[in-house]
């Protein structure tokens, strides 16, 4: 079938792309904190900016493969060569590249699998949902490593489907086998699911054992070289994959961040992807698995879930690496339910209150596409950015009651804190009073959680201007209820002694 028309489909290309770039401009931070203080603290500590007290555990552990870790290193070194030292700048950078894999990861499954829809309608659906669906987008513009592992896995397996019928083409295997190993040093899980694909060539599909064997000696081609960049990054001979192995299945240390029951992932789904929408991302990619036992995707998928499904620690981000085929999935299901076998399944989906339903869920998809495209992706991030923007050239002092904002963990945000910027915690008013009499420094900030300053902290000497909120202006005029008072907010003061 053709690809709709060529002219349209790099007309959704570039409004895809658009939404990408926007999102990876203004969705400044990260999804989780591993996304932080294990990529982007561990270039920062290569860049000479940390001192290995300032890293989590797992750099003590060496389990941290280092590969993106490096990849941020050279974004930060390049940046700097050409001029640009604000880190904010550098870590959009790096999401607008995350985007990028993403979206030629997604371009390319569309262009193999267009020809297994044989509907034009569920071809349309499939590219909306492959370039438009709202948490997609926000996960393919992370830097995290279930982004990469999984959009370089499916970059790997778009090719293997693509060339798996060419037979003159030798060193296309090998080459698969690297994407796939460097999929698996960016997130070791993902090896669950390039088992399921190797023994599905391998049972099913009877694929070219001498084309298995180069496939798997390109996964440890890719995996050797994954050691000589961890050796590069901690500097010693150290297996990443078998240190995490060691520490968290075997020493059980992945339990001690929480154990969730088996259908964690299922009700995370259905309350996150937007009820009742969601059903459809729960049940078609079961309905297909059921019903196509010896297809490709049910072998890769199925060892990819059992596993993290009976694994007690369980988090949404764990699913990551699967969001760029679910589109296809989705898709393949309703085709498979259009068949005359479900006949009746068929027909409901052909009523036009169904049609409506589907009509609104592109009204929903696209306000939270748009959501996310403008809201930052952790609020603390925002705050440090504005800091930086205006106060990295000064030397400034931040000070708080509550805890210190750039301490998120037991280690310290360093990437994004200025060389000016020191912090201070104060245990009262009176404390408050002393540390803006001391006059130690240019500016003094003085940071709260909500939205009016609390009459407590005020004082004859102190004046307190206020110059940051993580709300925007409009919200605070919608203040009915007092509702602001009892929301938690991130409220930014500069404070200074009264003159006389």
């Given at each position: 079938?053709?690809?709709?028309?060529?002219?349209?489909?790099?007309?959704?290309?570039?409004?895809?792309?658009?939404?990408?770039?926007?999102?990876?401009?203004?969705?400044?931070?990260?999804?989780?904190?591993?996304?932080?203080?294990?990529?982007?603290?561990?270039?920062?500590?290569?860049?000479?900016?940390?001192?290995?007290?300032?890293?989590?555990?797992?750099?003590?552990?060496?389990?941290?493969?280092?590969?993106?870790?490096?990849?941020?290193?050279?974004?930060?070194?390049?940046?700097?060569?050409?001029?640009?030292?604000?880190?904010?700048?550098?870590?959009?950078?790096?999401?607008?590249?995350?985007?990028?894999?993403?979206?030629?990861?997604?371009?390319?499954?569309?262009?193999?699998?267009?020809?297994?829809?044989?509907?034009?309608?569920?071809?349309?659906?499939?590219?909306?949902?492959?370039?438009?669906?709202?948490?997609?987008?926000?996960?393919?513009?992370?830097?995290?490593?279930?982004?990469?592992?999984?959009?370089?896995?499916?970059?790997?397996?778009?090719?293997?489907?693509?060339?798996?019928?060419?037979?003159?083409?030798?060193?296309?295997?090998?080459?698969?086998?690297?994407?796939?190993?460097?999929?698996?040093?960016?997130?070791?899980?993902?090896?669950?699911?390039?088992?399921?694909?190797?023994?599905?060539?391998?049972?099913?599909?009877?694929?070219?054992?001498?084309?298995?064997?180069?496939?798997?000696?390109?996964?440890?081609?890719?995996?050797?070289?994954?050691?000589?960049?961890?050796?590069?990054?901690?500097?010693?001979?150290?297996?990443?994959?078998?240190?995490?192995?060691?520490?968290?299945?075997?020493?059980?240390?992945?339990?001690?961040?929480?154990?969730?029951?088996?259908?964690?992932?299922?009700?995370?789904?259905?309350?996150?992807?937007?009820?009742?929408?969601?059903?459809?991302?729960?049940?078609?990619?079961?309905?297909?698995?059921?019903?196509?036992?010896?297809?490709?995707?049910?072998?890769?998928?199925?060892?990819?879930?059992?596993?993290?499904?009976?694994?007690?620690?369980?988090?949404?981000?764990?699913?990551?690496?699967?969001?760029?085929?679910?589109?296809?999935?989705?898709?393949?299901?309703?085709?498979?339910?259009?068949?005359?076998?479900?006949?009746?399944?068929?027909?409901?989906?052909?009523?036009?209150?169904?049609?409506?339903?589907?009509?609104?869920?592109?009204?929903?998809?696209?306000?939270?596409?748009?959501?996310?495209?403008?809201?930052?992706?952790?609020?603390?991030?925002?705050?440090?950015?504005?800091?930086?923007?205006?106060?990295?050239?000064?030397?400034?002092?931040?000070?708080?009651?509550?805890?210190?904002?750039?301490?998120?963990?037991?280690?310290?945000?360093?990437?994004?804190?200025?060389?000016?910027?020191?912090?201070?915690?104060?245990?009262?008013?009176?404390?408050?009073?002393?540390?803006?009499?001391?006059?130690?420094?240019?500016?003094?900030?003085?940071?709260?959680?909500?939205?009016?300053?609390?009459?407590?902290?005020?004082?004859?000497n102190v004046e307190f201007k206020k110059i940051y909120s993580n709300l925007p202006k409009w919200v605070e005029n919608l203040n009915y209820n007092n509702w602001l008072e009892r929301t938690r907010i991130f409220t930014l003061y500069e404070i200074s002694k009264i003159k006389n």
């Open positions: 079938m053709k690809l709709l028309k060529l002219k349209n489909f790099k007309w959704l290309i570039l409004i895809s792309f658009l939404f990408h770039l926007i999102t990876s401009i203004y969705s400044v931070g990260f999804h989780h904190l591993d996304e932080h203080y294990q990529i982007l603290e561990f270039a920062n500590y290569k860049s000479g900016n940390n001192l290995p007290s300032d890293l989590p555990w797992e750099f003590e552990a060496k389990l941290r493969p280092a590969i993106q870790p490096a990849i941020a290193f050279l974004i930060i070194k390049s940046s700097q060569t050409i001029g640009i030292t604000d880190p904010f700048t550098q870590a959009m950078i790096m999401r607008i590249l995350s985007s990028l894999i993403s979206m030629l990861c997604v371009i390319l499954l569309i262009y193999v699998f267009k020809d297994e829809i044989k509907s034009e309608q569920y071809l349309k659906w499939f590219l909306f949902l492959s370039f438009f669906l709202w948490f997609s987008v926000y996960a393919q513009v992370r830097f995290s490593s279930e982004g990469w592992s999984g959009s370089i896995f499916f970059i790997g397996f778009a090719l293997l489907y693509y060339f798996k019928t060419k037979e003159k083409i030798i060193f296309i295997p090998f080459l698969i086998g690297l994407i796939f190993g460097f999929a698996f040093i960016f997130r070791y899980q993902v090896g669950f699911l390039i088992l399921g694909l190797l023994l599905w060539l391998l049972i099913i599909d009877k694929y070219n054992f001498k084309k298995i064997f180069l496939i798997v000696f390109g996964i440890i081609a890719a995996i050797l070289i994954g050691v000589l960049i961890d050796k590069w990054f901690y500097g010693e001979w150290t297996f990443s994959a078998w240190n995490y192995f060691q520490f968290n299945i075997v020493k059980g240390k992945v339990s001690s961040f929480g154990v969730h029951p088996w259908h964690f992932y299922l009700t995370e789904i259905f309350w996150k992807a937007v009820p009742p929408y969601s059903l459809f991302l729960i049940f078609m990619p079961i309905f297909w698995f059921i019903f196509k036992p010896k297809n490709i995707f049910t072998w890769m998928f199925i060892p990819f879930l059992l596993v993290h499904f009976l694994i007690g620690h369980k988090e949404f981000r764990f699913l990551f690496p699967l969001i760029n085929i679910i589109p296809l999935l989705v898709v393949l299901g309703f085709h498979e339910l259009g068949k005359d076998k479900f006949k009746n399944f068929g027909l409901f989906f052909q009523r036009k209150i169904f049609r409506w339903f589907i009509y609104l869920f592109v009204v929903v998809n696209t306000i939270y596409l748009i959501n996310i495209c403008f809201r930052p992706a952790d609020y603390y991030v925002s705050l440090y950015k504005f800091i930086y923007k205006d106060y990295k050239d000064i030397k400034t002092e931040l000070i708080f009651f509550n805890e210190d904002p750039y301490l998120r963990a037991p280690e310290p945000a360093n990437f994004y804190k200025s060389k000016n910027l020191t912090t201070k915690s104060v245990l009262d008013p009176d404390s408050l009073q002393f540390v803006v009499n001391e006059n130690k420094y240019d500016k003094i900030l003085f940071m709260t959680d909500t939205f009016l300053l609390n009459e407590k902290y005020r004082s004859q």
